[in-house]
């Protein structure tokens, strides 16, 4: 699976949009883009997933362009509880595999 | 529906001892995959099990570390003789059949292991 790129930390204040983008140049043609999120002490959440072009859902968007090599994960108006880490992940798109976890991206917003 | 149950959520063991780390998938699901996070690090994936098959252990260590996956009951992570780099936070996630592309997976809030 293609290895992932994502800033190590990024600050924010509360009510800003936070866009965190990950490279992914090694994309195969039958991955998925998925994103989790993982707050203290607790197991990773699933937030989003996409293919291609732009995905929508009530906690977040993302948009991927048509080369595929990136992505970036669009959080609106940030809060203090979306204080988290977030992880980029490669997915293949065949059936049950393991997901694959980098060092992810620390969120941290301040009031 | 409960979600993932991981017990227990704290484990404090001597050097030496045995730990067993259990995992109870959601309600449907059959596969189990065990996964290992150290301090500011990512989840490092362990083992992939089905129902009495072990699937996948390629990021098991070689010695001292089991998983199974019974017809009945939770899964169960071993680690006999622990040492001190064996703390960390070991996460359980489910998916049932129909899980792919990275969407159907659910973890549980893990448990957390110290050796001293």
């Known amino acids: 699976l293609a290895k992932t790129t994502q800033p190590i930390s990024m600050d924010s204040y509360e009510g800003q949009e936070v866009n965190i983008t990950c490279s992914h140049n090694n994309i195969a043609t039958n991955d998925y883009i998925t994103w989790y999120q993982q707050f203290p002490s607790q197991g990773p959440r699933f937030i989003i997933q996409?293919?291609?072009t732009k995905v929508t859902n009530e906690v977040a968007s993302l948009f991927i362009p048509a080369d595929r090599k990136s992505s970036t994960l669009s959080l609106p108006r940030v809060s203090l509880s979306d204080t988290a880490v977030y992880y980029c992940?490669?997915?293949?798109?065949?059936?049950?595999?393991?997901?694959?976890f980098g060092k992810g991206t620390r969120l941290s917003v301040i009031a | 529906n409960a979600g993932v149950m991981q017990n227990p959520r704290h484990l404090v063991r001597r050097r030496g001892q045995e730990a067993r780390l259990r995992c109870s998938p959601m309600k449907g699901h059959s596969h189990v995959y065990w996964y290992r996070q150290l301090p500011e690090e990512g989840l490092k994936f362990m083992v992939y099990?089905?129902?009495?098959?072990?699937?996948?252990e390629s990021g098991m260590p070689k010695e001292r570390f089991s998983a199974e996956f019974p017809k009945e009951g939770p899964s169960i992570l071993r680690i006999q003789q622990v040492v001190r780099g064996d703390s960390a936070a070991y996460f359980c996630?489910?998916?049932?059949?129909?899980?792919?592309?990275?969407?159907?997976?659910?973890f549980g809030s893990g448990t957390r292991l110290t050796v001293v």
């Open positions: 992940l490669v997915v293949s798109g065949s059936g049950n595999t393991p997901l694959v």
């Open positions: 996409g293919y291609k």
């Open positions: 996630a489910s998916s049932n059949r129909a899980a792919n592309k990275g969407y159907g997976y659910t």
């Open positions: 099990l089905q129902k009495e098959n072990i699937i996948d």
